[in-house]
């Protein structure tokens, strides 16, 4: 079966610019989460989204948000980019909700590079 | 605030030597995760342990959990050199924390023959 799918896979953005990154999880899968992963930070959790609600939040800017569409599909947007948001960013998806132990899968990341 | 920690960061290993990953976190934790990742690419997942005394072993590595000292291990068994990689581990808080991972920061392995 089809795994997680990110789009687009690689951009460049200006310091300044806003970016939607896109995910659509495995088929069946309503949890959809968010991660940033850079050298110097590891990886971050962002947010994660369960049927169409946030769930939780991670540690970052009000620059940085999402949401949950009613098929799971999710997007991530941040505004007004800068340098230190050239990152992977990665997103996942379980089955029911992470909480239950299941398996959780990533997609292949967006890298983002802010020139 | 939940920490987790790995060690080594770092790990150079012969083919055909054994070694150990460990993982540490700060509080307690009802789920963890080790992750695979090679350069330039995702997070392949390798184990999910869920309770303590957990063992899981796939191939060449085992994974187990020790949720009173707060510890997970992945073992190496006669490493080869498919397994370079970065290993992560994960750990989620409860249920209400869902799809939140907090993750320890890597351990870089090359293997060499």
């Known amino acids: 079966k089809a795994g997680v799918t990110q789009t687009p896979r690689y951009l460049i953005k200006t310091r300044g610019q806003q970016v939607t990154l896109s995910c659509s999880p495995i088929?069946?899968?309503?949890?959809v989460s968010w991660y940033q992963q850079t050298p110097g930070q590891g990886l971050q959790f962002l947010f994660e989204y369960f049927s169409e609600t946030q769930r939780n939040k991670g540690n970052f800017p009000g620059r940085f948000s999402g949401r949950q569409f009613s098929n799971s599909r999710s997007e991530m947007n941040v505004s007004t980019l800068e340098l230190g948001d050239s990152a992977l960013y990665l997103c996942?998806?379980?089955?029911?909700?992470?909480?239950?132990?299941?398996?959780?899968?990533f997609g292949e990341g967006s890298w983002l590079t802010v020139v | 605030e939940l920490k987790v920690e790995q060690n080594p960061l770092f790990l150079s290993m012969q083919e055909g030597k054994n070694y150990t990953i460990y993982c540490n976190y700060s509080t307690t934790s009802d789920r963890l995760y080790w992750y695979r990742q090679d350069p330039g690419k995702s997070l392949e997942s390798l184990f999910v342990?869920?309770?303590?005394?957990a063992v899981k072993q796939e191939g060449r590595l085992m994974a187990s959990l020790d949720t009173k000292a707060r510890l997970s291990t992945l073992h190496i068994t006669a490493a080869v050199h498919d397994l370079s990689a970065t290993y992560f581990c994960a750990v989620g808080r409860n249920y209400n924390q869902g799809g939140k991972l907090i993750f320890g920061q890597g351990t870089e392995l090359s293997v060499k023959p």
């Open positions: 342990l869920l309770s303590n005394g």
């Open positions: 996942a998806s379980s089955l029911v909700t992470a909480g239950a132990g299941n398996t959780i899968y």
């Open positions: 088929s069946g899968h309503r949890s």
